[in-house]
C-alpha cells in the first residue's frame, strides 16, 4: 500500500452528502416535537414599551408565548462584561430582525401564524446604522448604560509611528473599506432540543459542540455530562456557526418548561439578519515608504462595525487583522490600534478567514499604491520587501506571532511560471490605444494568513477552554479503525483526510477506517472546527493517537514474533521481522492478541485504543501568491475574470484534491467579495439586503475556470507539517481582484475603488476618470 497522505482519493463522505442520505437537523424527529418560531422587531432601535400575547396564545395549536418577562433568570449570551446579549430583547430592541417574543406550537406553520398575531408596541428612538451615525457627537449610547457607542479601544504597539511616518521621504494615507459580509450557508441555524430526566440532549448546527455544550451546561447550572450536544452534518458554516445563539438557549429552556422536544428551524430571510455578518471594518492607513519603495513604517487605525451586540468571537477580530497588518514584508515600525462600535444593525462576528482577510486586504492594496506613486512595478516593490525564506522562522514585533517556515519569493516566482507577465503587460498596452477593446487589468496578491488555531493563549481569548484539539484511535479485532475527533467539520473533508493520516501511521486500508464527530456523548473533549485548524491540530492529534497505537501493535508483533521492537517493520498491514519478511502476523491477528492477557508481555493494557491531545505551539501560516487578470466593457462597468492562477503553501498537503476544492471555495468568496457581495443597510437601519434577491451570490457564470498549484514547505511546529487551506483563498483573492480592476484603469488616474466592484461603480469611477482626463 502506497502512501495515503499526499493521495488524492475522493472524500468517503460525499457519496451520502450527494444522495440526499445525509442527516441534518431537520432530518431528525423525535416523538411529540413541537416547534419554536421567533417575533422579531421591524425596527433597528426603539423601546418596547408593550407586548400583547393574548391572541396569538388563544389560537389552535398553541402552546405558550414567551417574552424576556416571561424567561427572568434566563441567562445573557457572553460577551465582553457590560455586554452581555439576552435572549429576547429587554426593554428595546437593538437591531432589526433582534427576538422579542417566542412562540411554541404543536406545528410550525402554526407557531408563524401565532408570531403574526403578537401586538409589539415600540417607541422609537435613533437610529444609528453607521459607524458614523453611532459615534456623532450627542449619538445616543445603544447599550445602556455604557457612555458611548465605542464599546473597546485598544493600541497594541508602543509607539504611533510617527516619528518613523514624519522620517520616512514618502508618506501616503489611504482609506479602505472591508464591507460586511454575509456567511450565508447552505443550512441555516436549526437546533432541537429535547430535555429529560436524565439530562438535556441538543442537536443543532455547530462548528464547535464541545464550546456549546460547556456554555449550555454553565448556563443552566448542570453538569457536562449532564448536556449531550450533537452536531449532525453540517451545511456549511464558514466561521458563522462558531457563535453561540439565543435559539440553543431557548429550545433547552422551553423543552424543560413543556417536557417535550422543541424544534426551531431558521428561515433564510431571518438567517440573513439574524446570523452573524463578517468583515465590516474601516481602515486608515499611513505608510513611509523610501524612493526605491522600501516600507518603512505603516500606521493602520481599524473602525469595527460590532452590529447591535458584540459577539464574543467577533469582537476580537480587530486584534487578528492587527497581528496580520504587516503581510509578507519587513516593516521596521508598525502602528495597529481598532475601535470597535456598536450600531443597530446585525452583530458581526466571524467570517472565513475572520480578521485576516482585511489585514491582507489592506497591505496589498498599500503595496500597489506605494507602487502607483512611485511609478514601480508592483512585483518589484513586493519583492523588495518580502521577508526571505532565510529569515524564518520570523518573530513579528507581536508577541507570540512568529511566521513558520515559508518562501514568499518562492511563491511568487512559482506563479510567474503560470503567467506571462510581459505578454499580459503588452496586451494591456495594446488595449489602452484601441477605445473598442475591453480594459485589461493585471493583480497580484501575495500573502500570509493565520492557520492552525491555538495555542491555548491565544484561543482562551475567544472563551474557549483551550486551543489543543483532541483525537481517539481504535484498533478493532477485525483489523479496521475508528476514529473519534474533537473537532466537527462543515463541509472540509475530516472523515477522508483524518482517515488517510490514520491509514498510513496503522498500515489499515483506507476504506476500513471509520469516523466518529460531533457528538459529545461519544467524543468527550474538544473545541472545533474553525481558524483553519483542522488538519494542522486535529490532524496533529489523529497522528498522535495513530502513533500510539503503532507503537503499542509493534510491541505486541514483537512478542508474537519473539523479535526485538526495533527489528519490527510495518508495511502493508503486515508486521515482519527486518531481514525475515517471512516471518509475520497481520494488524488484525495483533489486534486481537491484544485482548489475550495470558499472552501479551507483563503490565501491558488491554486492547489497541489511543487518545492524544495536540496541542500548537505556534500558529502555522500558510501563505502564497495569486494573479487575477481582469477585463473592464468601458461601456457597462462590468468586470469579467479572464484569468484566476492561485499558488498556495499550506506545508504539507494531505489530499490534493481536496485542496484544490478548498482553495476553489475560498477564491470564490473572495472573488464575491471584490465584485457583488455587500450587506447593505438603510439610514434607518432596515436591510437592504434581507433576502437573496436583494443579496447577490456568484453562480458558476459569474467564476472563472481556476488554475491552482502548490509551493510545499513544511511547518516545523506540527508533527504532519500542514499548515492549512481552507482560508487561504478567500484571504487571499479580495485584494487580487481590486487591484486588477484598479490597475485596469490606472492609466486614467484611477488610484482605488472601494469593494464591491460592480458594473454600476466602474462605470462611475470610469466616467469621472475619463471627465478629469480630458
Not at 234 to 261: D, H, I, N, Q, W
Not at 274 to 284: F, L, T
Not at 701 to 725: I, M, Q
Not at 731 to 759: E, K, W, Y
Request: proline share 6%.
Amino acid at each position: 500500500m502506497g502512501s495515503m497522505v499526499g493521495a488524492s482519493v475522493v472524500r468517503k463522505e460525499d457519496p451520502a452528502l450527494l444522495t440526499g442520505r445525509g442527516t441534518f437537523v431537520d432530518d431528525i424527529r423525535l416523538p411529540g416535537t413541537v416547534h419554536m418560531v421567533f417575533v422579531r422587531s421591524y425596527l433597528a432601535h426603539a423601546r418596547i414599551l408593550s407586548v400583547d400575547t393574548d391572541a396569538a396564545q388563544r389560537l389552535p395549536g398553541v402552546l405558550g408565548v414567551w417574552t424576556h418577562a416571561d424567561l427572568d433568570g434566563l441567562p445573557a449570551t457572553r460577551s465582553v462584561p457590560g455586554m452581555e446579549r439576552p435572549c429576547l430583547a429587554k426593554d428595546k430592541v437593538h437591531f432589526v430582525g433582534e427576538p422579542v417574543a417566542v412562540v411554541v406550537a404543536t406545528d410550525r406553520y402554526l407557531a408563524a401564524d401565532a408570531a403574526e398575531a403578537v401586538v409589539v408596541e415600540y417607541e422609537e428612538l435613533p437610529v444609528m446604522a453607521s459607524v458614523a451615525a453611532a459615534t456623532a457627537e450627542g449619538a445616543t449610547p445603544i447599550i445602556d448604560g455604557l457612555p458611548s457607542n465605542v464599546v473597546l479601544e485598544q493600541q497594541l504597539s508602543a509607539t504611533d509611528a510617527e516619528a518613523e511616518l514624519a522620517a520616512a521621504p514618502h508618506r501616503l494615507a489611504i482609506a479602505l473599506v472591508n464591507q460586511r459580509c454575509a456567511a450565508v450557508p447552505m443550512e441555516p441555524t436549526v437546533c432541537l432540543a429535547d430535555w429529560q430526566s436524565s439530562g438535556l440532549t441538543i442537536w443543532a448546527t455547530s462548528q464547535t459542540p464541545h464550546h456549546m455544550r460547556n456554555e449550555i451546561a454553565q448556563m443552566f447550572g448542570l453538569s457536562q455530562q449532564e448536556v449531550r450536544f450533537v452536531a449532525p452534518d453540517v451545511g456549511g458554516g464558514f466561521g458563522a456557526k462558531a457563535s453561540f445563539y439565543p435559539e440553543f438557549l431557548l429550545t433547552a429552556e422551553l423543552s424543560r418548561r413543556l417536557r417535550r422536544p422543541v424544534k426551531y428551524v431558521e428561515t433564510r430571510s431571518e438567517n440573513m439578519t439574524s446570523m452573524v455578518h463578517g468583515r465590516a471594518q474601516q481602515h486608515d492607513v499611513e505608510v513611509g515608504f523610501d524612493d526605491e519603495g522600501h516600507l518603512l513604517a505603516l500606521r493602520v487605525r481599524i473602525t469595527q462595525d460590532c452590529g447591535g451586540w458584540p459577539d464574543s468571537t467577533g469582537i476580537g477580530l480587530p486584534t487578528l487583522t492587527s497581528f496580520m497588518s504587516g503581510g509578507c514584508y519587513r516593516i521596521p515600525t508598525i502602528a495597529p490600534s481598532f475601535r470597535s462600535v456598536v450600531t443597530n444593525t446585525t452583530p458581526v462576528g466571524s467570517y472565513r478567514g475572520a480578521g485576516r482577510p482585511e489585514a491582507s486586504y489592506m497591505i496589498e492594496r498599500v503595496v500597489d499604491r506605494v507602487a502607483a506613486e512611485l511609478g514601480i512595478d508592483p512585483l518589484e516593490v513586493r519583492r523588495r520587501n518580502f521577508v526571505q525564506p532565510g529569515e524564518m522562522p520570523y518573530a513579528t514585533q507581536f508577541e507570540g506571532i512568529v511566521y513558520d517556515e515559508a518562501d514568499f519569493p518562492g511563491a511568487l516566482d512559482k506563479l510567474l511560471e503560470h503567467v506571462d507577465y510581459a505578454a499580459l503587460r503588452a496586451e494591456q498596452a495594446q488595449r489602452r490605444a484601441d477605445p473598442t477593446a475591453p480594459l485589461l487589468g493585471i493583480g497580484f496578491s501575495t500573502f500570509v494568513e493565520m492557520g492552525g488555531f491555538g495555542p491555548t493563549p491565544l484561543f482562551e481569548q475567544f472563551g474557549y477552554v483551550g486551543g489543543w484539539e483532541s483525537a481517539n484511535v481504535r484498533l478493532n479485532v477485525d483489523g479496521s479503525a475508528v476514529i473519534k475527533v474533537g473537532t466537527s467539520p462543515h463541509g472540509q473533508g475530516h472523515q477522508t483526510a483524518f482517515a488517510q493520516i490514520v491509514a498510513d501511521r496503522l498500515s489499515v486500508p483506507f476504506e476500513r477506517i471509520t469516523l466518529v464527530h460531533g457528538d459529545t456523548a461519544t467524543v468527550q473533549e474538544g473545541i472545533g472546527t474553525m481558524g483553519s485548524r483542522g488538519v494542522p491540530v486535529g490532524g496533529s492529534a489523529v497522528f498522535k493517537a495513530a502513533t500510539k497505537v503503532r507503537d503499542k501493535a509493534i510491541r505486541i508483533a514483537a512478542h508474537m514474533l519473539e523479535a526485538d521492537e526495533s527489528d519490527i517493520e510495518l508495511a502493508d498491514g503486515r508486521f515482519s521481522v527486518r531481514g525475515a519478511p517471512d516471518q509475520g502476523v497481520d494488524m488484525a491477528e495483533v489486534a486481537v492478541r491484544a485482548f489475550k492477557p495470558h499472552l501479551l508481555p507483563d503490565g501491558f493494557d488491554l486492547g489497541l485504543d489511543e487518545t492524544a491531545h495536540h496541542e500548537p505551539s505556534n500558529l502555522s501560516y500558510p501563505s502564497g501568491a495569486h494573479c487575477c487578470v481582469v477585463e473592464i466593457d468601458r461601456d457597462t462597468g462590468k468586470v469579467l475574470i479572464r484569468r484566476y492562477v492561485a499558488v498556495d503553501d499550506c506545508g504539507v498537503v494531505i489530499n490534493p484534491l481536496m485542496a484544490k476544492g478548498q482553495i476553489h471555495g475560498g477564491v470564490a468568496q473572495g472573488i464575491a467579495q471584490a465584485l457583488i457581495e455587500e450587506v447593505t443597510f438603510a439610514e434607518n437601519g432596515q436591510p437592504g439586503t434581507g433576502t437573496l434577491v436583494d443579496y447577490t451570490l456568484p453562480s458558476a457564470k459569474d467564476l472563472p475556470r481556476y488554475e491552482t498549484d502548490h509551493l510545499v514547505t513544511p511547518t516545523s511546529f506540527n508533527p504532519l507539517g500542514a499548515k492549512g487551506l481552507g482560508e487561504s483563498g478567500a484571504t487571499a483573492a479580495p485584494q487580487a481582484v481590486v487591484n486588477a480592476v484598479v490597475d485596469a484603469m490606472a492609466h486614467l488616474g484611477v488610484r482605488s475603488i472601494d469593494m464591491p466592484c460592480t458594473p454600476q461603480k466602474v462605470w462611475r469611477v470610469l466616467q469621472a476618470a475619463t471627465r478629469n482626463g480630458s
